[in-house]
């Protein structure tokens, strides 16, 4: 497909025509200030002049151009950069006259961004009225951080009615990188934890555990973080208040922390690494600072990170600097080797990158954490997605067969030596009842589950005897027993808590293995198929026709010839869906947001009204 991508600032413009499936550009425009004197645009390489009062105009004048140069083919679907999603989008979204209003409603948090964003979509609109149009945020790669990291410490009324939260920016950049490395790795990026470092004129880091973000520098400004070209990142709030008291008006203080801090504000002589460099090199002591700053401030974070995930597999720089800069690279990773990351000098010396041949490998062969170089390309991770939804409205067309729903009790999976434990040497598990899954059953036998405050009795297990001893528990059951419980797929027990069983014979100490389970959805392949999900998907699924119906995201797909289709949830979550027996859920289209928040509008608007 040919996809439009638009990314429009308050007076530039970046648009290319791309095919979303090889990256290839058929044509594409920059244009520079716009409305102002000197206004041009370079239309596939060549500068000209450009005659145009406003965006509106402009894009009135390039789009036609684009459309022109395809030589008849035709473009299939707009992609447009927004930088800010707020609280209403965390997905890329099918833009329709209720999603224009939500995004003007995130002005207030996004002053500088969304507005040239959102004239740029109206103008493109009108141009090409008669195809689809989707938004893809900067912030909705990260609406997967925990709340843990997405909550600012103050007042929670004040920071619900405000939306006084995280966010993060740049997460087309993370995700699209993170997926290179994972395709270099030749590995699922949902088997993989890693930290992508996006170093360019605005930086940040981000934590990618298992394809989703938990954590990422950024937070509800692109202004927190790592020290960037001219703004400041991390800084003391109290010195917002000092400056103020020090007589420095807001606007005087918004212009000093955005605009003259950062690169620019350390080293005196601009916000261009390259010039910093090359005045560090001839032995500017400022300009030796900034960088030492700039260094310690990404490695800080890479060992936060490193932290957050229990560990890390890649370690991955791009953007200008990221991308370019070998000293840079040098003197974030010369200390990562107490994490197994080592550098490869003469690889870092001689790393390249481009649109064709976008990751390079600088660690070392016994490095445990692969230290990696990948290009960035916002413009082909924007038609890509783009691209997803067009598919995926075309794919989901009838698909109305629903899905039926179980709750799972709190229960437990056990090894035979947990089973031998607990219950006496060469004791056998014993069947009460086969559970829905081939193969699976409910055990007559039960165990006491003992956390650190108080301990659940009775708790069941499920045969038959697994490797892993795993215990699943609702989020009410992990506050009761006083335990920190990840949510994790069945299976995945590395780095989770562990508790004390006890059986009628003896105790048995848990290492690891205590987790909330993941909600998920039982496939057979041919399920699969129909639903047009693939393993390890993540998607949503409505509960409809209960007293208080429940759309639940980020719901996992599980691919077997041994399953059964099935979701499961918690007690926790049949409870919040006031679920019964026999209840269905219907899969949603896993990219189409915009049914989403119509329905979360409507039923809003409802009881409002
Ligand atoms: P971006 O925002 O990704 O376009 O990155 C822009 C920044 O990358 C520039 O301001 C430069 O500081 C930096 N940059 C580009 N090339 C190099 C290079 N060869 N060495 C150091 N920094 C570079």
Known sequence: ???????????????????????????????????????????????????????????????????????????????????????????????????????????????LHNPPNLAGIRAARSVLPDVP?????????????????????IDHKVAEAKNYRRFGFHGISHEFVSHLAAKHMEQDVRDLRIITCHLGNGCSVAAIEYGRSVETSMGMTPLEGLVMGTRVGDLDPGLLIQMQRDGMSLDEVDAFLNRDSGLKGLSGVGNDMRDIEARAAEGDERCRLAIQVFAHRVRKYIGAYAAVMGGVDAIVFTA???????????????????????????????????????????????????????????SLQIAREAAKI?????????????????VSA????????????????????????????????????????????????????????????????????????????????????????????????????MKQGVICAWRHIHMHPDDAEYFGVSDKDVVEVAIQGTSRELIFGDVLVRVSPKYKLEMHIDTDEGNAAE????????????????????????RFDEVAE
């Not at 791309?18 to 004197?37: K, L």
């Not at 989707?134 to 909550?151: K, L, N, S």
């Open 410 to 509: 709190r229960h437990i999976h056990l090894t035979q030596e947990a089973v031998e434990a607990l219950f006496g040497p060469g004791y056998k598990l014993t069947e009460r009842n086969p559970l829905s899954q081939p193969g699976q059953f409910a055990c007559n036998e039960t165990v006491t589950v003992v956390g650190p405050k108080r301990q659940l009795e009775n708790v069941r297990i499920l045969g038959p005897t697994r490797p892993d001893n795993q215990v699943e528990i609702s989020r009410t059951d992990e506050f009761f027993l006083g335990l920190d419980a990840p949510v994790r797929a069945s299976g995945d027990v590395a780095n989770s808590p562990g508790c004390k069983l006890v059986g009628p014979h003896g105790t048995y100490e």
């Open 1 to 111: 497909m040919h996809i439009l991508v638009i990314n429009c600032g308050s007076s530039s413009l970046k648009s290319s025509v791309i095919d979303h499936r090889t990256g290839a550009r058929v044509g594409s425009c920059v244009v520079e200030r716009v409305g102002q004197e000197g206004s041009r645009m370079r239309f596939n390489g060549e500068w000209e002049p450009l005659d145009a009062p406003n965006i509106e105009g402009a894009l009135k004048i390039v789009v036609p151009r684009m459309v022109e140069n395809l030589g008849g083919a035709t473009i299939t679907a707009v992609g447009h950069r927004v930088v800010h999603g707020g609280v209403a989008f965390d997905r890329p979204t099918l833009i329709t006259p209720e999603v224009e209003k939500a995004i003007e409603d995130n002005f207030q948090i996004a002053p």
């Open 390 to 406: 067009v598919e995926a409205r075309q794919a989901t067309k009838g698909a109305e067969r629903g899905i039926p729903v179980a």
């Open 133 to 153: 149009h989707i938004a893809v945020f900067d912030t909705a790669f990260h609406a997967t951080m925990p709340r843990r990291a997405r909550e600012y410490a």
């Open 579 to 602: 679920l019964s027996k026999g209840a269905e859920g219907a899969l949603l289209s896993a990219t189409d947001g915009n049914a989403l928040l119509r329905r979360r509008k409507t």
């Open 320 to 378: 200008g600097i990221g991308e370019n800069s070998e000293v840079i690279r040098h003197r974030i990773s010369q200390r990562l080797d107490y994490m197994g990351a080592v550098l490869h000098e003469d690889l870092n010396r001689d790393a390249k990158v481009s649109h064709e041949s976008p990751v390079f490998e600088i660690s070392t062969r016994n490095s445990r954490v692969r230290l990696l170089v990948a290009a960035t390309d916002e």
